[in-house]
């Protein structure tokens, strides 16, 4: 598969550095390996950095950064971890550790492009919990397979493909990746969202929902304001 566009190769080639957000979970471990390929196929692989970002909220928290970096080391990929605590008053956690990741992010040079593992459905469910949530078009237009961040330009490489298309290309590459349980708690409203309404979803309307998140997508692209 081709994950990269045209013009995405482009930016990835021009680019003085490539980060991967690298949790070691299914998403970012496949975003990290396609990434890395075709960094290999042009000869730019050494301006890919894995970026790991360790919240300490876990008991499990030490052993993910270190199956991370021997992931990377295995692969010969440059890895760098940020340990990083968060302070949840007044916005939750999950609004707090996005701040933490975002002021990493920015840390970065101009030239710098970032590549997260979002997918498609991450696009319903972040559209899905803005809904619930009371939000306007421009809230309702999700994410973008490119946007930028800054002076930077961010990638979603898996942008068009659902959970279970990431899992089975895992499997056929034979990569781990790590699970963190949390994300089964739906106490929780966007594990709820993950787990429970979207696979419904999926499972009846595949592709009216890949027809919604391609208008999704152009909706985004075209608001002004």
């Given at each position: 598969?081709?994950?990269?566009?045209?013009?995405?190769?482009?930016?990835?080639?021009?680019?003085?550095?490539?980060?991967?957000?690298?949790?070691?979970?299914?998403?970012?471990?496949?975003?990290?390996?396609?990434?890395?390929?075709?960094?290999?196929?042009?000869?730019?692989?050494?301006?890919?950095?894995?970026?790991?970002?360790?919240?300490?909220?876990?008991?499990?928290?030490?052993?993910?950064?270190?199956?991370?970096?021997?992931?990377?080391?295995?692969?010969?990929?440059?890895?760098?971890?940020?340990?990083?605590?968060?302070?949840?008053?007044?916005?939750?956690?999950?609004?707090?550790?996005?701040k933490v990741r975002q002021e990493i992010f920015a840390s970065?040079?101009?030239?710098?492009?970032?590549?997260?593992?979002?997918?498609?459905?991450?696009?319903?469910?972040?559209?899905?919990?803005?809904?619930?949530?009371?939000?306007?078009?421009?809230?309702?237009?999700?994410?973008?397979?490119?946007?930028?961040?800054?002076?930077?330009?961010?990638?979603?490489?898996?942008?068009?493909?659902?959970?279970?298309?990431?899992?089975?290309?895992?499997?056929?590459?034979?990569?781990?990746?790590?699970?963190?349980?949390?994300?089964?708690?739906?106490?929780?409203?966007?594990?709820?969202?993950?787990?429970?309404?979207?696979?419904?979803?999926?499972?009846?309307?595949?592709?009216?929902?890949?027809?919604?998140?391609?208008?999704?997508?152009?909706?985004?692209?075209?608001?002004?304001?």
């Amino acid at each position: 598969m081709n994950y990269f566009t045209d013009q995405e190769k482009n930016i990835l080639a021009e680019a003085s550095s490539v980060v991967v957000g690298f949790s070691g979970g299914a998403d970012s471990s496949l975003a990290l390996h396609i990434t890395n390929d075709y960094l290999k196929e042009i000869h730019a692989s050494s301006k890919l950095l894995a970026l790991h970002i360790n919240h300490m909220a876990q008991n499990d928290s030490n052993i993910w950064e270190k199956h991370c970096e021997d992931m990377c080391t295995a692969a010969g990929i440059e890895f760098e971890a940020y340990q990083k605590q968060v302070d949840a008053k007044g916005e939750g956690f999950e609004a707090a550790a996005r701040k933490v990741r975002q002021e990493i992010f920015a840390s970065f040079g101009a030239n710098t492009v970032i590549v997260l593992g979002h997918h498609l459905d991450d696009q319903v469910e972040t559209v899905l919990f803005r809904m619930l949530r009371g939000t306007g078009m421009k809230g309702l237009s999700g994410m973008n397979q490119m946007s930028t961040f800054g002076d930077k330009i961010v990638l979603r490489p898996l942008f068009t493909l659902a959970k279970s298309d990431i899992l089975e290309r895992l499997d056929d590459r034979g990569i781990e990746f790590i699970t963190d349980s949390s994300n089964e708690d739906n106490a929780y409203s966007r594990n709820y969202i993950r787990n429970l309404i979207i696979p419904k979803i999926l499972e009846r309307c595949r592709l009216e929902v890949r027809i919604l998140h391609v208008w999704l997508s152009w909706l985004g692209s075209n608001l002004t304001y």
